[in-house]
């Protein structure tokens, strides 16, 4: 690849995975029932809607999933891996079904980090900044809580100290090394390919 093609894919990665994770993000905060109100929530609303808004016409929500916002994030994330692929040389439709499986394996990683990022920022907070009404920290609190609630469900009582989140980072890193990166391995996403097509795995 020369070094114009190079910086190309680049800065293709940057600006589409940031949208994607807007994208995804906007899912999230949806499935999670995050305040709408709030202005990140708002920011995530109004960047994706243009996009967003055919496919609701067409794909019901269900059982309050906003399966839309998937489709969404999923074809995204296809085509961002189909173009940076054909920038570098490299033939899609001879591996279709690969591409497909790196879409999957693509967002549910980048998935993962968003609740692993969350998580950490959330920890931080609750040491500097408790009960703290920055949108950023209310959109944070709401993303990890109804996860953290469910582990706290099976934990003994500790007096008031709460580690739950270690053992959300435990799973994150779980599903992360063993699943994910398994299934990387076992769809051929090694090497450069893995670096071009899901930089957060």
């Known amino acids: 690849m020369s070094g114009l093609t190079e910086a190309l894919i680049y800065i293709l990665q940057t600006l589409g995975q940031l949208y994607l994770m807007v994208a995804l993000l906007r899912f999230i905060a949806q499935m ?33 999933i906003d399966l839309a916002g998937l489709v969404l994030v999923l074809l995204l994330q ?23 499986a790196w879409t999957f394996i693509s967002v549910a990683s980048l998935f993962l980090k968003i609740f692993f990022y969350a998580l950490i920022i959330s920890v931080i907070l609750s040491w500097v900044a408790p009960g703290s009404s920055n949108p950023g920290a209310q959109l944070t609190y709401q993303i990890c ?18 580690i739950s ?30 670096a071009m097509v899901s930089p957060f795995l």
């Open 32 to 64: 999670v029932r995050a305040d709408f109100y709030n202005p990140l929530c708002q920011f995530t609303v109004k960047a994706t809607q243009p996009l967003l808004a055919p496919l609701r016409r067409i794909i019901p929500s269900v059982a309050g």
């Open 78 to 100: 296809f085509v961002l891996i189909a173009v940076v692929l054909s920038l570098a040389g490299v033939s899609v439709v001879q591996i279709l079904p690969n591409v497909l």
């Open 145 to 162: 809580e109804p996860l953290l609630a469910q582990i706290r469900k099976v934990l003994p009582d500790l007096g008031g100290i709460d």
């Open 165 to 194: 989140p270690i053992f959300a980072f435990i799973a994150i890193n779980l599903i992360e090394r063993f699943v994910l990166g398994s299934l990387a391995v076992s769809t051929g996403l090694v090497g450069p390919i893995r």
